[in-house]
C-alpha cells in the first residue's frame, strides 16, 4: 500500500515591529509622554483650558500615527507622500526629456531617476565569460546580472521541488556569510514573443529538397505560433557595496571588476541548484538591450530580428533610457507604453505552499509586459541575532502591556520565539519585499492591467498597493539593477518602520 505525504508549506516571516503602547511605535510612544507631561505643565503654569488645548493637539497628532489602513500606512505617512508629490508636481521632476531636444548631457538618453549616475563597464570571469558591471556612484554599490532558465514545476516530482525550495533557502541564508553583498534581487519577466527565436529556428533546420507542402506547413507555423504567446526570462542581480566591511576603505571599479571575477563562478554554480537552470552573468550588450526593451518595448522586435540577422545592434549605457516620460500618481508613462507598478504590503499569511506564486509569475492576456521582481536583504550573521532578540522583547512587551491581547500579538509573539529560535539554530535572517510591475500599450487597456494584478494577488494571497507619487522609482527598482531602494530614500526605513 502506497501512501502519500501532505504537501510542505512554509511560512513564518514577521514585520519587525518596536515596542510601545496602544498600538503605537517606540516614537509614537514617546510622543504620548512628552505631550502628557506637557499637557500637566501648561496646566499647572496657565489655567486647564489652555492644559486641555495642549492635550487635544498631541492627541490629534498621535491620531495620524496610530490610524492605519490595510497597507499599514497611518494617515501621517499618507499626508508627507502627498505632500512631496505636490512638490514634485510643482518643481517639474516628474517630466524627462532626453535626446538632443532634452536636457541631458551631450543629447544622450540616459536612465533617469535613481539610475542616472550610473555607470557600466564589461569583465570576463575566471570563466572568460563577459560580465557586466553596473556602478551606482551615490551608493557605491556595484551590480552584476546574472540570467537564469528555471526548468519549472511542470512534471517534476515534489521531492525534487522540496529539494529545489530547500537549497533556495540555504542560498540566501549562505548571502550574509558572503563579504560585501549589500542586497539581491530576482526578476521574473513575462513578454510578447516576437517568433524570431522561432523562424530562426525553423528555417536553419529546413531541408532545401523537401517537398514544397511540407516547407509551406512550417512557413506558416512559423508565422501563426507566435501570436498569443510569451517569452519568461528572469534575472537575478546581486549587489555589492565598494567596502568590504563597515568602516572599511571603498574599492575602485577596477578593484571590484578583479575581484568579482573570481568570486562570479562560484555564485552562478551554487545558483544553479535551486531550480534556476542553466546560468551565466549578463554581457554589458545584453543587459543595454534588456534594459532599453524594458522603457521602449516596440524595440524588442527590431532587436530581436536584429540579432537573428547575425547584426546586433551597438547599444551603450548612455542611450539606453527614455526618450521622454512622465510620472503620474498612479501611473508612468514612458517612450511607447504605459506602466503600473505595486508593491507588496503584506506577505501570505499563515503557511503557504510552493507554488503560491505560480499564476502572478504565469503571463496574462491582459498584461502585455509583466515583471515580478522579490527583493532580499541578507542581515549579517552578527546583526540576525539582535535583531530577533529585539523582536522578542518588542512583541512580548506588545503582549504584556495589553489585558486582552489580541490574537494577532499572540501569533506575532509566537512567530517571533520561532524565528529567533532557529536563528540559534544557524538559519540565516534576510528582509524580503517585492515590486511588481503591468506594462500595457495604451491607456486603454490600464484598468484591465490593473483589474489582472488585483485577481493575481489575491491567488497568490499577497496584499498589494500601488506606489502612488513615486512610481518611476518603482519601476526602475523592479528592473534587473540591483538598486537598493533604502539608500535612496530621505527618510530613514527605521523611522518609518516606528511610525
Not at 541548484?273 to 534588456?290: D, I, K, N
Not at 507598478?341 to 507554488?355: D, E, H, K
Request: overall charge neutral; some cysteine; glycine content about 8%.
Amino acid at each position: 500500500m502506497t501512501t502519500h505525504s501532505a504537501p510542505r508549506s512554509y511560512g513564518n516571516w514577521t514585520k519587525p515591529k518596536t515596542a510601545g503602547l496602544l498600538g503605537l511605535g517606540s516614537i509614537g510612544t514617546a510622543v504620548l509622554f512628552v505631550g502628557a507631561g506637557f499637557s500637566v505643565i501648561v496646566t499647572m503654569a496657565s489655567n486647564i483650558l489652555n492644559g486641555v488645548v495642549t492635550a487635544l493637539i498631541f492627541g490629534a497628532f498621535l491620531l495620524t500615527v496610530a490610524v492605519k489602513d490595510k497597507h499599514g500606512q497611518s494617515l501621517l505617512m499618507r499626508a508627507t507622500t502627498r505632500v512631496g508629490w505636490m512638490v514634485t508636481k510643482s518643481t517639474g521632476t516628474h517630466i524627462y526629456r532626453s535626446g538632443p531636444l532634452g536636457r541631458a548631457e551631450w543629447g544622450t538618453a540616459q536612465l533617469p531617476g535613481l539610475a542616472a549616475g550610473s555607470r557600466l563597464t564589461e569583465w570576463h570571469d575566471s570563466y572568460n565569460r563577459p560580465f557586466a558591471l553596473l556602478q551606482i556612484p551615490t551608493t557605491s554599490d556595484y551590480t552584476v546580472v546574472i540570467e537564469t532558465e528555471p526548468d519549472g514545476a511542470a512534471l517534476v516530482d515534489r521531492e525534487q521541488v522540496d529539494v529545489w525550495v530547500a537549497e533556495w533557502g540555504m542560498w540566501l541564508a549562505g548571502l550574509g556569510d558572503e563579504p560585501g553583498i549589500e542586497a539581491v534581487s530576482v526578476t521574473i519577466e513575462t513578454a510578447p514573443d516576437t517568433g524570431t527565436r522561432l523562424r530562426r529556428e525553423v528555417n536553419s533546420r529546413i531541408d532545401p529538397e523537401a517537398a514544397d507542402f511540407a516547407k509551406n506547413i512550417l512557413h506558416d507555423l512559423v508565422k501563426q505560433y507566435p501570436a498569443g504567446s510569451a517569452t519568461i526570462k528572469a534575472f537575478v542581480a546581486i549587489t555589492f557595496n565598494a567596502a568590504a566591511r563597515v568602516g572599511g576603505k571603498k574599492r575602485t571599479p577596477d578593484e571590484m571588476g578583479r575581484e568579482l571575477a573570481s568570486r562570479l563562478p562560484g555564485l552562478t554554480q551554487s545558483l544553479s541548484s535551486t531550480g534556476a537552470g542553466a546560468t551565466r552573468p549578463l554581457s554589458a550588450q545584453e543587459l543595454c538591450e534588456v534594459i532599453r526593451v524594458a522603457y521602449d518595448p516596440a524595440a524588442a522586435r527590431l532587436i530581436d530580428d536584429a540579432n537573428a540577422a547575425g547584426e546586433p545592434p551597438e547599444l551603450y549605457w548612455p542611450e539606453v533610457g527614455p526618450t521622454a516620460h512622465q510620472a503620474n500618481w498612479d501611473t508612468y508613462r514612458h517612450d511607447s507604453a504605459l506602466s503600473v507598478t505595486w508593491m507588496m504590503s503584506g506577505a501570505p499569511r499563515g503557511n503557504v505552499p510552493s507554488s503560491i506564486l505560480a499564476r502572478l509569475l504565469a503571463p496574462h492576456r491582459d498584461v502585455a509586459r509583466k515583471r515580478v521582481t522579490l527583493l532580499y536583504r541578507p542581515i549579517d550573521a552578527a546583526k540576525a541575532a539582535a535583531i530577533v532578540e529585539a523582536d522578542v522583547r518588542a512583541s512580548t512587551f506588545n503582549l504584556q502591556s495589553s489585558n486582552k491581547p489580541t490574537a494577532r500579538s499572540m501569533t506575532a509573539t509566537r512567530a517571533a520565539l520561532a524565528t529567533a529560535q532557529e536563528e540559534a539554530s544557524g538559519a540565516g535572517l534576510v528582509n524580503f519585499g517585492m515590486l511588481v510591475t503591468a506594462t500595457v500599450t495604451g491607456a486603454a487597456h490600464e484598468a484591465d492591467a490593473k483589474a489582472a494584478i488585483d485577481n493575481l494577488s489575491a491567488t497568490a494571497r499577497l496584499r498589494l498597493r500601488i506606489v502612488h507619487g513615486s512610481q518611476d522609482s518603482a519601476f526602475a527598482a523592479a528592473l534587473p539593477l540591483g538598486l537598493v531602494l533604502p539608500k535612496h530614500v530621505r527618510i530613514p526605513s527605521e523611522i518609518r518602520e516606528q511610525l
